[in-house]
């Protein structure tokens, strides 16, 4: 397997790709305008709080008020006994007008706030700081135990009495050294006391904390063993990046080169092309399948469809053999779209057991590189794939693409001669209903023409029906739905 990690900078927008073996597996980006508040610790005011909903908002300087559920509360008292949250009501962990420290745990998605926490954790490398207890937890994929015990073991020796704060070693931390777990513990704690001294002569609406920048970001969660090198196109986050890396992870310095090529970073692999198919809905697959991708509010579905593809043997081998590959094609999809929440996976459907043993395995092994946490069930009776992903940030398409003017994000609009219809039931109520001479209608030019070039007819039964004249106006500037009737 062979990875690069690209990161593209330009003045108002800064990518990182992580292409596997020549193909784009995930993009991340980042713009001047919108950057991500995921991971930031703010000073926030108690706007408002709910006891029915065991919620409060939380105002903290940004557009939208944010969320902070009860169950993302631990009680300072707790905190020190290092219990877990005893469910108290909402009205008796918080006030309104209070002050409160915050973390974004999910960024603003559509029209909701971000979400929060009183829970406040500091990710470095290899360790996250947990200030509010002294739990020590390991990355469940960390597989081996004497691993785990070795790496329990560290942390614990690595504690003094003064820092008896609490860590989850992540999965990066597998077999790297106890030194290198020692420099994290320090950088963390030297964080944490910043922290902490800001937090005192903060206001409300403040930053405390701020992530580092994404391609510091991008080095810090997806640099591993398996990655071969990091190409970056600029100077400055070349240096920032090698800094970065100076420090923490110094034996794969040498892995960090600058890109000195006049061809853009991202036409190395057809990231950006890879980019825009990732916006439409149907994704073809090599064997001449496809797959049918719709992201709603709710969920996301994904079709597997056989299209052209025939098979050499029979119809049964011929839907196994496209389903395993619609199930790697689907684990990639949802990393490279960043699709999160509810998935439903449709399947072509199988009559042998193992057939269906092996797709979902299949999907689950594929599923074993997403950075995201990912939770897969069994199959339906429907031959349906229920699945959840972690959605902490918009997915691609929200973050690059907005609702179609013409039809306002409903993916369809109105057939001319629906409109046409339409318009004819408008005529007879406002000719019944108003006095006026003639009637003015303004439709969009396709409309209109279809009307006078097919309907004629209709239109001077309306006028003997209604007793007045009807005149038809083209408005270039209307959608094939916009219509007004107007009473002269």
């Known amino acids: 397997m062979s990875e690069e990690i690209l990161i593209n900078v330009t003045p108002n927008e800064t990518r990182v790709a992580i292409v596997e073996n020549g193909m784009l597996q995930e993009v991340y980006m980042e713009r001047g305008s919108d950057e991500g508040?995921?991971?930031?610790?703010?000073?926030?005011?108690?706007?408002?709080?709910?006891?029915?909903?065991?919620?409060?908002?939380?105002?903290?300087?940004?557009?939208?008020?944010?969320?902070l559920n009860a169950a993302d509360m631990v009680p300072s008292s707790v905190k020190e006994e290092g219990e877990p949250t005893p469910g108290l009501p909402i009205a008796e962990l918080v006030r309104e007008g209070e002050l409160v420290v915050v973390q974004v745990i999910k960024d603003p998605i559509g029209t909701k706030g971000a979400r929060l926490t009183t829970n406040v954790s500091v990710p470095s490398r290899y360790l996250v700081l947990l200030p509010d207890t002294e739990t020590?937890?390991?990355?469940?994929?960390?597989?081996?135990?004497?691993?785990?015990?070795?790496?329990?073991?560290?942390?614990?020796?690595?504690?003094?009495?003064?820092?008896?704060?609490?860590?989850?070693?992540?999965?990066?931390?597998?077999?790297?050294?106890e030194e290198a777990l020692k420099a994290d513990m320090q950088y963390l704690d030297r964080v944490w006391q910043l922290i902490q001294s800001r937090t005192e002569s903060a206001r409300a609406g403040d930053v405390i904390y701020e992530e580092p920048s994404l391609p510091v970001r991008g080095l810090r969660d997806l640099m591993h063993a398996e990655v071969d090198r990091v190409r970056i196109d600029h100077d400055g986050a070349f240096a920032e990046v090698r800094e970065f890396a100076k420090q923490f992870i110094p034996e794969w310095l040498n892995r960090i080169e600058i890109y000195p090529g006049n061809r853009p970073i991202f036409d190395l692999y057809g990231v950006d092309d890879e980019i825009n198919r990732a916006l439409e809905t149907q994704t073809p697959l090599k064997s001449g399948g496809y797959l049918i991708i719709d992201q709603?509010?709710?969920?996301?579905?994904?079709?597997?469809?056989?299209?052209?593809?025939?098979?050499?043997?029979?119809?049964?081998?011929?839907?196994y053999k496209t389903n395993l590959e619609a199930a790697q094609a689907i684990a990639r999809q949802l990393r490279l779209r960043n699709l999160g929440g509810i998935i439903i996976i449709?399947?072509?459907?199988?009559?042998?057991?193992?057939?269906?043993?092996?797709?979902?395995?299949?999907?689950?092994?594929?599923?074993?590189?997403?950075?995201?946490?990912?939770?897969?069930?069994?199959?339906?009776?429907?031959?349906?794939?229920?699945?959840?992903?972690?959605?902490?940030?918009?997915?691609?398409?929200?973050?690059?693409?907005?609702?179609?003017?013409?039809?306002?994000?409903?993916?369809?609009?109105?057939?001319?001669?629906?409109?046409?219809?339409?318009?004819?039931?408008?005529?007879?109520?406002?000719?019944?209903?108003?006095?006026?001479?003639?009637?003015?209608?303004?439709?969009?030019?396709?409309?209109?023409d279809r009307i006078l070039e097919e309907q004629s007819t209709t239109i001077a039964e309306l006028e003997e029906l209604i007793g007045r004249s009807i005149r038809f106006k083209r408005e270039d500037q209307y959608s094939q739905e916009q219509f007004d009737v107007v009473l002269l």
Do not use: W
């Not at 469940?140 to 009495?161: F, G, H, P, S």
């Not at 072509?348 to 897969?376: G, P, W």
């Open 37 to 67: 508040l995921l991971g930031n610790i703010y000073k926030g005011r108690v706007s408002r709080v709910l006891p029915g909903m065991q919620a409060a908002f939380i105002e903290m300087g940004l557009p939208r008020t944010a969320f």
């Open 136 to 177: 020590i937890g390991l990355s469940t994929r960390i597989d081996d135990e004497n691993e785990r015990a070795r790496l329990q073991e560290c942390v614990q020796k690595l504690r003094n009495d003064e820092n008896r704060y609490g860590y989850i070693v992540r999965t990066k931390a597998e077999g790297i050294a």
């Open 296 to 319: 709603t509010e709710a969920m996301t579905t994904v079709d597997v469809n056989t299209g052209g593809y025939v098979g050499h043997r029979n119809l049964e081998e011929t839907v």
């Open 346 to 448: 449709d399947f072509i459907d199988m009559d042998n057991d193992e057939h269906k043993r092996q797709v979902l395995r299949t999907l689950e092994q594929a599923l074993e590189r997403d950075h995201a946490k990912t939770s897969v069930s069994e199959l339906s009776e429907l031959g349906l794939v229920e699945m959840t992903r972690k959605r902490t940030t918009e997915s691609l398409g929200h973050r690059l693409c907005e609702p179609c003017n013409t039809c306002n994000g409903k993916g369809i609009i109105k057939t001319v001669e629906t409109v046409s219809f339409e318009i004819f039931r408008e005529i007879m109520r406002s000719g019944r209903q108003f006095e006026a001479t003639k009637l003015l209608v303004m439709a969009s030019p396709g409309v209109v």
